[in-house]
DNA sequence: GTGCATTAGATGCCATTGCATGATTTCTTG
DNA sequence: CAAGAAATCATGCAATGGCATCTAATGCAC
């Protein structure tokens, strides 16, 4: 591939990933007191609407091991999530959201999907995915 | 903008930034004794081939001013970029890069180039952009 | 079943980062 | 010129992240 393009489209990564995550820490932060780390692993677990074991939700998002470990204990500090043993497998650990996560998660929601849409709407972004 | 686009597209920065950034940190960490924000910031120096004042190059790498402050402290000390004092501001502070940061700038610009490639290569990537 | 390798998750440690603030210098206003 | 505002860079601090490692549980080979 060409070496400008990859270059262009390196700069367009870093950029949008910068923009975005400033924003999301801020206003996620301000608005709900979430981290944008917290705020992803609940959106996983509403998105696949049960409890997941700790690796599933490894594979899901972009963090290593112990800090999705640090995470949930984050979240779970904070009455979002349970952490439930696993019966099959004892080693397990299922992570389960609670109805004040699921509130706090549906309250953090329209506030992420908007900086999303600003970010991606003042640059078109990915032209090719685009329509 | 559609939602769904918007979620795919911040999918896609999310991902590609996350294996990009842990690829580059491994290589031109483990060839060069780089990090990623270290090269970054030969690089541009490199791009714009003169000493540069510390706020130019906050205007251009995705870091805060005072991560800016210790990346150059940190090249400094690998000697490779000098803190010069700017005679008409006496705040400010030039970056100057050295022969040996040139040096391993040109050494680690292929290391470079060469992840961000296999990188883009690997999925199609923009493909607005990508041609 | 015993022993050894493997897997799941937690934790110690350290590096990097951003925010708030500090010190110094420059600019602005009167 | 004096005083306060603003700009530039450095630093204290706390949060977050990754790597290596630890513990506990499982699986595999014999």
Redesign the interface.
């Known amino acids: ?1 060409d ?1 400008h ?6 700069r ?7 923009k ?1 995550m400033c924003a999301l820490e801020r206003e996620l932060g301000d608005r709900h007191g979430l981290g944008p780390s917290e705020f992803e692993v609940l959106d996983r677990i509403v998105h696949h609407d049960r409890k997941l074991r700790l690796q599933e939700l490894c594979d899901e998002v ?1 963090l290593s091991q112990s800090a999705l470990s640090r995470v949930v204990a984050r979240l779970e500090k904070a009455a979002l999530v349970s952490r439930d043993a696993c019966s099959s497998d004892r080693r397990g650990v299922f992570v389960c959201i609670t109805p004040e996560g699921r509130t706090r998660h549906a309250a953090a929601l329209p506030t992420q ?1 908007a900086v ?2 600003e970010i ?2 003042g640059a ?8």
């Open positions: 591939m070496e393009v990859v270059a262009e489209a390196w367009y990564v870093l950029a949008t990933h910068a975005a972009h999907r999303l849409q991606f709407a078109p972004a990915l032209p090719g995915l685009a329509r």
